[in-house]
């Protein structure tokens, strides 16, 4: 872990990490996330596999799309 949010628990930026990596989604076939603001979002499972992170926040269905996983924890994103 490089640059990571000092606003979550490290257990849960690992569990974050994990899920990126071993594509883990829900039934539905997205991996659910939350922000450190208060926001949800979601990845579809084909983007996981295509290493795209792609997140659509479920609220305003707005689309953040980030190079690393250190840089999507960076803007306070982690699994919900």
Do not use: C
């Not at 606003?7 to 997205?30: H, K, M, R």
């Not at 983007?47 to 689309?63: M, T």
């Amino acid at each position: 872990m490089k640059n990571v949010s000092k606003n979550w628990s490290v257990n849960l930026l690992e569990q974050t990490f994990d899920a990126l990596d071993d594509y883990f989604t829900g039934p539905d076939g997205f991996l659910h996330m939350k922000n450190i603001n208060g926001n949800f979002g979601k990845i579809l499972l084909e983007d996981l596999i295509a290493r795209r992170l792609l997140i659509q926040d479920k609220n305003s269905d707005v689309k953040y799309l980030y190079k690393t996983a250190d840089e999507l924890i960076a803007d306070g994103w982690v699994i919900d």
